[in-house]
């Protein structure tokens, strides 16, 4: 096989698979936002269900950074985050597992709010 002919079959072959591997992406997207949203139920007692908290002093998640969010729940579950209502959030976070961290991360950083429909 000459190298043209080889680098030819590899450039078919991965325009086969593509639409598969981004069929597989989307279908374990779908996955993990409908588990996270299933373990974030707990959280939108506070957080809102869309993550956008109806209490003022209670934070928004809606669109937050997944690397900061789990951050944040690790800092809780450490006791190093302490001050104002970090209290709130201890046992909250004591639960969570690194895979319920992840998925609800996932959740809170892809949902979106429902527009509120106008009468005009
Ligand atoms: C009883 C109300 C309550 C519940 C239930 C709750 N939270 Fe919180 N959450 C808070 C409050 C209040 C804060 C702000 C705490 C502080 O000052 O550090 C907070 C902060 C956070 C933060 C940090 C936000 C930031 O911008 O730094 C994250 C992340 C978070 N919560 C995730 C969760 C998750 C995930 C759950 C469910 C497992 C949850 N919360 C359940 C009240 C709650």
């Given at each position: 096989?000459?190298?043209?002919?080889?680098?030819?079959?590899?450039?078919?072959?991965?325009?086969?698979?593509?639409?598969?591997?981004?069929?597989?992406?989307?279908?374990?997207?779908?996955?993990?936002?409908?588990?996270?949203?299933?373990?974030?139920?707990?959280c939108?007692?506070?957080?809102?269900?869309?993550?956008?908290?109806?209490?003022?002093?209670?934070?928004?998640?809606q669109?937050?950074?997944?690397?900061?969010?789990?951050?944040?729940?690790?800092?809780?579950?450490?006791?190093?985050?302490n001050?104002?209502?970090?209290i709130?959030?201890?046992?909250?976070a004591?639960?969570?597992s690194?895979?319920?961290?992840q998925?609800?991360?996932?959740?809170?950083?892809?949902?979106?709010?429902?527009?509120?429909?106008?009468d005009?």
């Amino acid at each position: 096989m000459t190298k043209n002919l080889r680098v030819k079959l590899l450039l078919i072959l991965y325009t086969l698979l593509f639409p598969i591997t981004a069929f597989a992406t989307e279908v374990v997207a779908e996955t993990q936002f409908s588990q996270g949203k299933e373990k974030a139920i707990v959280c939108m007692t506070c957080h809102g269900v869309d993550g956008i908290s109806t209490i003022d002093t209670y934070p928004n998640l809606q669109g937050q950074k997944q690397a900061y969010f789990i951050a944040a729940l690790k800092a809780y579950k450490l006791r190093q985050r302490n001050d104002g209502l970090a209290i709130l959030m201890h046992a909250q976070a004591d639960v969570l597992s690194d895979k319920d961290m992840q998925d609800i991360a996932f959740y809170f950083n892809q949902v979106k709010s429902t527009p509120v429909k106008s009468d005009d």
